[in-house]
């Protein structure tokens, strides 16, 4: 558990100044790596559109992907039809697009467009036999039922009804375990501490997601808690190395940072090279060195965030 707390730590940097501390569960990396040990059939969702999808969360989504299967786990990923392309093309990098299905749900503009779009859904007898879901970066439901940015904008249009209500099915089956990863509030999973967010104002009210799952991993960046996991899962994955690749795959197949809304090596704003790549390094030596304290770990977070502190 010392291990994950220190995770957490780090992944709890908030250079974007998002104020997601006081959301902060510290057991979550813990008890969700615990649940990974016992499930069989994990469901990893992914993708947020901006109005194309974002640059946070597909690349947490492959990397547990590859680490999961590597554990001898059974993988499905599921998407939005805009971000099918990106995560194909990532297990095809990776070399897992024969040990991973790819699921895709049509978003609700295309469904206007083209109101037979399918896409290729889980079967019903699919979302039976999952046991795990992890959703990373995915838009929840709030009170009226609606998915919001986070500037309270009404966003609904351009997700997947269909992969939000197979979520949910797939959540109140027994035995199935839910985590949610996010940065916002506005996530999946955010119901757990939904009235933490509501005391943040008018906005946070409107957007916060009602969803409430076992566990919820509240980080700077979504994608670093699917980083921590899949090193958690599997040490010696090649995080760091692979990492860059995939994110100029994904910016070439359509994705932008959700910031700046362009197509550059960003993930919420965030430069890849001065923020994003030290904090996967660091990551990657707390899960295989035993000799760094949490002392060390809180003055290397401390240096972080005054370094790269976006405002």
């Known amino acids: 558990i010392n291990r994950t707390l220190k995770l957490q730590k780090v992944i709890g940097c908030d250079p974007g100044k998002r104020g997601i501390k006081s959301l902060i569960l510290d057991d979550s990396i813990y008890n969700t790596y615990r649940a990974l040990g016992k499930a069989s059939n ?25 680490s999961f299967v590597a554990r001898g786990k059974k993988v499905i990923v599921a998407v939005d039809t805009e971000n099918y392309p990106l995560i194909q093309e ?35 007898e699919e979302e039976q036999c999952i046991d ?48 949610g990863i996010g940065d916002g509030g506005n996530e999946f999973g955010m119901g757990k501490v939904y009235e933490t967010i509501c005391k943040e104002g008018k906005i946070s009210r409107k957007i916060v997601s009602v969803v409430e799952g076992d566990d919820l991993i509240v980080n700077g960046v979504s994608n670093w808690g699917g980083y921590a996991l899949a090193l958690l899962a599997h040490p010696k994955q090649p995080i760091a190395d ?23 090596m960003k993930v919420d704003g965030l430069d890849y090279d001065k923020v994003h790549t030290p904090l996967i390094k660091y990551l990657e030596r707390i899960v295989t060195e035993e000799d760094l304290s949490m002392e060390d770990v809180e003055q290397w977070c401390d240096t972080f965030e005054k370094e790269h502190s976006i405002y």
Do not use: W
């Open 90 to 124: 990532g297990v095809k990098y990776m070399n897992i697009d024969d040990k991973v299905r790819v699921a895709s749900y049509p978003t609700e503009k295309q469904l206007k467009i083209d109101s037979t779009t399918k896409g290729t859904p889980l079967s019903k």
């Open 42 to 66: 994990i469901l990893v969702v992914t993708g947020c559109n901006v109005p194309v999808p974002e640059t946070d969360g597909p690349l947490g989504a492959l990397h547990m992907a590859n």
């Open 132 to 179: 795990m879901i992890i959703t990373i970066e995915v838009l929840g439901p709030a009170r009226d039922n609606k998915l919001y940015n986070m500037k309270g904008e009404d966003v609904t249009e351009l997700h997947s009804q269909q992969l939000t209500d197979m979520v949910l099915r797939c959540m109140n089956t027994p035995n199935t375990y839910f985590c």
């Open 242 to 264: 692979m990492d860059r690749k995939l994110l100029a795959m994904i910016i070439e197949k359509g994705a932008i940072d959700g910031m700046s809304k362009k197509p550059e």
